[in-house]
């Protein structure tokens, strides 16, 4: 199993530009969420889904959008980047069991936007 | 809302020296925590987690004990090597309403273990 990928690891965007970012998981998971990390910031959750077709916000979703077409897949958008989007996205995925919460995270995608 | 506060970084320790990260949290209900690790260059990891009060969760020679009475999760190890240096987040997931699969991350803790 690769478990979590995210494509791409690295991009420099320009102000205004737009991108998606990828995330796909090999564990069948039902629930996946989208973080931002930036230093002394922690992560923050930007969007989660908790099946196929199904998406919500979290804290900072402002700026970005998603879409679950595949349960394998949770894709993050950008329409028009900015400065402050510059950050590294990490994605995650779980199950869905209260015993089991563990969160599977992906390597991250480092976005710098000029 | 649900919190998590850890202790400032950066900690800077010799090899087999005592590692004492603290984590508090403010949350409603009873809530799950977790440590999570993360490795230069790398994703987070669960390091150990607790689901209720007075659970210890320990992996790797790291532990940490689940206090309800001070809200607290300190990490712990006794002799920590040069290989455990990494950003160490602690963590809460609520356990009460519809939100009971998101995870609320504290700041992170940078620790640097020299030889």
């Known amino acids: 199993n690769a478990g979590v990928t995210q494509t791409p690891k690295f991009r420099v965007l320009k102000t205004g530009q737009s991108m998606t970012l990828l995330c796909a998981q090999d564990m069948n998971h039902e629930y996946m969420y989208w973080y931002r990390q930036d230093p002394g910031m922690g992560l923050r959750l930007i969007h989660y889904?908790?099946?196929?077709?199904?998406?919500a916000k979290g804290e900072v979703p402002d700026g970005y959008n998603v879409s679950r077409l595949k349960k394998q897949n949770f894709l993050l958008g950008l329409e028009s980047a900015a400065p402050s989007q510059t950050s590294v996205y990490f994605c995650a995925s779980s199950i869905l069991d209260r015993q089991t919460d563990t969160q599977y995270f992906g390597p991250g995608t480092r976005l710098t936007v000029l | 809302g649900d919190s998590v506060t850890q202790m400032e970084g950066p900690v800077t320790l010799s090899e087999e020296a005592f590692l004492t990260i603290n984590c508090t949290y403010t949350?409603?209900?009873?809530?799950?925590l977790f440590w999570y690790v993360q490795y230069p260059g790398e994703g987070l990891q669960l390091l150990l987690k607790?689901?209720?009060?007075?659970d210890k969760g320990s992996n790797k020679g790291f532990e940490a004990t689940y206090r309800k009475e001070t809200t607290s999760f300190h990490l712990e190890k006794g002799s920590v090597q040069v290989s455990d240096s990494a950003v160490y987040f602690c963590a809460l997931r609520s356990n009460s309403g519809g939100s009971n699969y998101k995870l609320t991350f504290g700041k992170g803790t940078l620790l640097t273990v020299n030889p």
């Open positions: 949350a409603t209900g009873y809530p799950s």
């Open positions: 889904s908790v099946g196929e077709g199904t998406t």
């Open positions: 607790a689901t209720k009060a007075d």
